[in-house]
């Protein structure tokens, strides 16, 4: 277990993704997923409120009520629940308004009296941020939210975020959400800089690159039946490639899979608490849960980051 920024929440260093929930995951292959999640010792679960309103036939809410729903069934005793507010259809933006009605929804959906870890999912410039951090402070204080987190934040707007948050004496960001994996480090530059001098942690999401980093995309062509094939398959450039047949290599001395080894690599980054991934069947679990007891050494690390190393501009 790790603890998450100045939290008090201690989670296992991988985190399950629960965009799959009512998506490519049907209730039952949810429920597989999240026994197999916890019975290999995980223990912290990313949705959001929104997830996954782009299903034909959904409106949103899916992922919650299917964890809702699993929650109430398996009575998990230390589960950490992280949830997200910005991009429900019925609950859009981040207005003081929106942030309490959207939570209120949450908590109903998961069938829980707080949410361990509340996002806010994107960026709202459209409200004064004064009024945001404000609506976040206001859910800690009154019981409804236990630490607050932003996801797709720049650095100047985390910057400012810190900013109101100690002027008004409020509650401070725990966790940043970015996307970062192997193809994908932009968040080096300036969110793990930030990360570090703040003690917030990072939870990086598209772990795997959305399934690229398992190595089942060898070609930018690759059909695939997923939904993910084509977001996937884009990064089998040469640079992709060869990223994966390191991780291959790499893997074989543990033991892991690409799948593992990549994660494992994330898991080791400065600031990183848990990186987040997704799992479309149960059988995909054991691999997630693995990156957690991979201990890379320096020199795998420095030819992960060499191979890895985004081209200059
Ligand atoms: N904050 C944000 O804006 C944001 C945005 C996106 C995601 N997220 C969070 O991050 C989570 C992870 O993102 P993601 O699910 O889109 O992408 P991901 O974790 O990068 O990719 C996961 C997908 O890879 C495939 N996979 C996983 N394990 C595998 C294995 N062992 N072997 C082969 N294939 C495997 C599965 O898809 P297939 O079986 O379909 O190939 C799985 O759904 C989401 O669930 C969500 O919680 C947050």
Redesign the pocket.
Known sequence: MTRIGNSDLDVFPLAL????FGW?ADRDASFEILDAFVAGGGNFI???DSYSSWVPGNHGGESEEIIGQWLASRKPSNVVIAT?VSQHPDFQGLSANNVRSAAEASLKRLGVDHIDLY?A??DDPSVLLGETVNAFANLVSDGLVRHVGV??YSAARIHEWLGFAHRASAALPVAI?P?Y?LVHRDPESAIVPLAQEYDISLVP???????F??G?YRSADTA?D????QG?ARYATPQGLRIIDTLEEIGKDHKA?I?TTALAWLRERPAVVAP??????SA?VH??LASAIVELTADEVHRLDEVSQPDPV
């Not at 999401?205 to 399934?211: E, F, K, N, P, T």
């Not at 987040?276 to 069947?281: L, P, T, V, Y």
């Open positions: 993704g629960g965009n799959v490519t990313d949705t959001a997200k996002y999912h994107f996801s797709n959400q996307h994996n999401y598209y772990a795997l690159a959305s399934g980093l398992t089942k695939g997923s939904p993910r094939a996937a899979s799948a987040i991934a997704s799992a479309s069947r995909q691999d997630l």
